[in-house]
């Protein structure tokens, strides 16, 4: 069941505060993230129902969505060419099932370290729809 509130459930305002629907698959939202502080980051969010943790999903679903997480890291490879990509799937506050793919550029923006969440490096509009289009070009 898809829960009121929640941006990757209900999408629309609550998403676009912080992120733009690129695409979707059978069972996962691709979502450019607004915060282009890493140069292709994105979000993949299981998009079947508001679960918190890949261990809800039966092993059809968490094969596909694991499979768009895998498909997403490498269009990110293949466009902007990262020296690492970096996951994080936190839950504590929003409990959805997302996964965050950071690309890491060797002696870049937080090399070495952890991403923040928000640097407030907010891309244009014509920056996202180039993002979005690389990815989509490469998944």
Sequence with gaps: MKKD???????????AKFGVLAFKTEVSQVIVFKDQSHKGRCIVAYDLDHVGEICELDEKNRCKFL???NKTALAIHKAYGPARLNYGAYGDT????????VPKYEDGFEWG???Q?????Y????????VIKKIKENF
């Design 113 to 115: 370290g952890t991403f």
């Design 123 to 130: 891309a244009s509009d014509e920056e996202i729809e180039e």
């Design 117 to 121: 969440m928000n640097t407030g490096n």
């Design 67 to 69: 499979e768009d997480v």
């Design 5 to 15: 509130g929640c941006p990757y459930c209900t999408g629309k305002e609550n998403l």
């Design 94 to 101: 929003l409990g959805h099932l997302h996964f965050h793919l």
